[in-house]
């Protein structure tokens, strides 16, 4: 009996003291990114000749946005938009106000489904490691982008993203880092950052696509 | 609706030279593809306009205005904002303009395209007031503030 208690007292302290490893990230968050909102110096970005070819090739209309499409991953990684962040069992919900766009980071383990298909928002699967959130996006389109500044994102099989998010405070840290070997030598590395507002307000975003493009 | 009588007293292009700062501090509007749709190495200077419409919708507002060219022919042209959401965040909601509202100036880069149309970087207002529209001190400058 006695050697039941000390198990059920070292299970409640494990489970304790991974619970508070986690950060708490949940909330409202009001975006206020680095210069470049968040994206790399150009010099620091290192594409191969087949990145550098699309990058030159790049029109607007590739830009998911102008066609009132959100974003997905990695473009919408970073927009100038508050952000809400809830926790559930099984994931964590990332509710961005731009485009209304929803991202599930399930944290149970799961691994993605063989049926999944290549989309703008991929498949997230998140894990802390301590009190970051390491969040891993495979399965993502190759309608996508990097950024609209023309940095092109292949949507290969290969390709994937990993963000490690952290909290300082009232202050929400991300880098993102994109893995896409076919456009770049090197990961393409953004970085977010938002702060806490707990009287902040995520409003409707109705995308009007006669209002998207250029005349 | 349009004050006819409105003069056209200049029209300007200033070149400038970017460099590093093109989206240094850039909350509201570089967002979507900006460098592809517009010169943002060229800045115009538009005076005297009538605003005709001011349309605060996602993913970018629009404000069209008209104005006397050199030759006194009027032009319209259309120039892209924020979208609405950051619009109303900068204080800049739907009451701000409206139709026949007199502008001082309007600032902003050209469509690449070579329309009528440019991604707007300041307004001011006939009463003083100044909307910045792009950098880290976006938003509304009342005047005697």
Redesign the interface.
């Known amino acids: 009996m006695f050697s039941k208690k000390i198990v059920l007292a070292f299970t409640l302290i494990l489970f304790v003291s991974s619970a508070t490893a986690q950060g708490d990230f949940e909330g409202i968050w009001m975006?206020n990114?680095p210069?470049?909102?968040g994206?790399p110096d150009p010099s620091a970005v290192k594409m191969t000749p087949a990145g550098l070819a699309e990058f030159e090739a790049?029109?607007?209309e590739k830009?998911t946005?102008?066609r009132?499409l959100m974003p997905g991953i990695p473009l919408g990684l970073i927009?100038?938009?508050p952000i809400e962040i809830v926790y559930q069992e099984h994931q964590i919900l990332i509710l961005y106000?731009h485009f209304h766009q929803v991202r599930r980071v399930f944290i149970d383990g799961r691994k993605a489904p063989d049926h999944w298909q290549p989309s703008l928002g991929g498949y997230s699967t998140g894990e802390w490691d301590g009190d970051t959130l390491v969040i891993t996006t495979t399965h993502l389109s190759p309608d996508n982008n990097t950024w609209?500044?023309?940095y092109p994102f292949s949507g290969d099989e290969s390709a994937y993203v990993v963000e490690r998010w952290s909290r300082d405070g009232d202050e929400l840290n991300l880098t993102g880092e994109v893995h896409d070997a076919t456009n770049y030598e090197k990961p393409y590395v953004v970085n977010g950052h938002w702060t806490f507002a707990p009287d902040g307000e995520i409003?409707e975003?109705?995308?009007?696509p006669e209002?998207?493009g250029?005349? | 609706m349009f004050n006819m009588q409105t003069t056209f007293k200049e029209y300007r292009i200033a070149i400038f030279i970017v460099a590093l700062g093109v989206?240094?501090?850039?909350?509201?509007m570089?967002?979507?593809?900006?460098?592809?749709?517009?010169d943002l190495e060229v800045e115009i200077i538009q005076h005297d306009a009538i605003v005709v419409e001011y349309?605060l919708?996602?993913?970018?507002?629009?404000l069209t205005y008209k104005f006397n060219d050199e030759a006194g022919v009027q032009q319209e042209w259309?120039g892209?904002l924020a979208?609405s959401?950051?619009l109303?965040r900068l204080g800049l909601g739907g009451a701000i303009l409206k139709p026949g509202d007199k502008l001082k100036t309007v600032t902003g880069s050209p469509?690449r395209?070579g329309?009528?149309?440019m991604r707007l970087s300041r307004v001011d207002f006939e009463n003083g007031d100044v909307a910045q529209l792009v950098g880290a001190n976006a938003g509304i400058t009342r005047s005697g503030e």
């Open positions: 975006a990114h210069p470049r909102m994206q790049f029109t607007p830009d946005q102008l009132c927009d100038p938009y106000e609209t500044a023309g409003w975003y109705e995308c009007i209002y998207a250029v005349k | 989206l240094i501090g850039f909350p509201a570089a967002h979507h593809s900006g460098v592809a749709y517009f349309v919708v996602n993913p970018h507002g629009r259309t892209e979208s959401n950051n109303r469509a395209s329309t009528n149309f």
